[in-house]
């Protein structure tokens, strides 16, 4: 069975950065990406990253977060920059293998003004 674990989120200001990371718990190739859940909201797309490193950003994220991979480390990463209020919620990370979608747990995201 397929194990996402995000980790690296916390309480920060705007303006300020975090970066996330998410484990695999085994080789990963195809897209991963990573998904967001504001309080009351649906859960929206934030980033993804094909195994040849082509990227798609939401627009809101444009310009401010960088998602990258390392396979050998099966690991995935999102760098947030100039963080704002409305980024709040629960960072998920998804793994689509073999047109299955995995997802961890999340970790919070949570941006004082």
């Known amino acids: 069975q397929v194990q996402l674990v995000e980790s690296g989120g916390g309480l920060v200001q705007a303006g300020g950065s975090l970066r996330l990371s998410c484990a695999a718990s085994e080789t990963i190739f195809g897209l991963m990406g990573w998904y967001r859940q504001a309080p009351g909201k649906q859960r929206e797309l934030v980033a993804t990253i094909s195994n040849g490193g082509s990227t798609n950003y939401a627009d809101s994220v444009k310009g401010r977060f960088t998602i990258s991979r390392e396979n050998a480390e099966n690991t995935v990463y999102l760098q947030m920059n100039n963080l704002k209020p409305e980024d709040t919620g629960v960072y998920y990370c998804?793994?689509?293998?073999?047109?299955?979608?995995?997802w961890g747990k999340g970790t919070l995201v949570t941006v004082s003004s």
């Open positions: 998804n793994w689509r293998k073999y047109a299955t979608d995995y």
